[in-house]
């Protein structure tokens, strides 16, 4: 397979991210914060192999002081919950089944669990989280987004 970039959103129509850069300010202006949001971007991400999504928000989670061990184990966060707070499991178990919609939706159990965590209005910005980075995953995948270059090791950032 191919991972020659196929296409670039960005050039051939700029304002066709304007929708998805107005998702992102509602979601950042939120209560979440940026270390959970960044673990929900991360987990979606593992769960489609967006490359692209998952280096971006790796940086992110890092910049946001999310621990190198949390982000190393999340997409076997199950097997070490002592190191994800109830709200965090909360919300990486609803970003999971959101993301799996079409193999059994949201169970009652998710949803339960959620609304113990988190108020309405931080539930609906986590809905609009992980919709959002599912759609970014999806267009970065089907276009072969490339990653970017990094600056060389000891280059001024």
Known sequence: MSSAPRLSIQDVDP???QPMFALEKYIHAG???????ALVKIRASQ???????????GREARAAG????RLDV???????????SPREQAALTLTEEVTLIGEGGVSEETW?????EFSEQ?????????????AWNRMAITTRQALPELPAAGSAS
Do not use: F, T
């Open 74 to 84: 999340l997409a076997g966060w199950q097997e070490a919950p002592d190191l994800y």
């Open 47 to 57: 769960i489609n192999g967006c490359a692209y999504c998952l280096d971006m928000h």
């Open 112 to 116: 339960a669990q959620a609304s113990a």
């Open 66 to 69: 999310v621990d190198d061990r």
């Open 15 to 17: 304002a066709a991210y």
């Open 31 to 37: 209560n979440l914060g940026e270390d959970l949001l």
């Open 122 to 134: 931080d539930i609906v910005v986590l809905i609009m989280a992980i919709c959002a980075i599912n």
